[in-house]
């Protein structure tokens, strides 16, 4: 692609709300960006998988509360509030 300029990832939902906003956002724009910034070649799931499960909690050690793309642990999890005995 010689000319692509650029890409957009739009959010729709009824039952998003401000509490939710970022978990549902911030993994799915990452995935979009992922998708649009790699060459067409590049097809391997799993390794876009594990970039993105390190963005996504970069995000979350930033303050970001970005919902999870596959099941796993970020070091921000032990300080989350909802996990305190």
């Known amino acids: 692609m ?37 060459s067409s070649v590049i097809t ?4 876009a998988q594990a970039r993105l499960d390190r963005h996504i909690c970069r995000l979350n050690m930033m303050g970001i509360t970005a919902g999870p793309i596959i099941p796993g642990f970020c070091p921000s999890d032990l300080q989350d509030p909802a996990l305190s005995w």
Request: net charge negative; aromatic share 20%.
């Open 2 to 38: 010689d000319y692509f300029m650029g890409g957009m990832a739009a959010m729709w939902g009824e039952g998003v709300y401000y509490g939710d906003f970022e978990a549902r956002v911030w993994a799915k724009a990452a995935a979009v960006a992922e998708r649009l910034w790699a």
């Open 44 to 47: 391997d799931v799993q390794g």
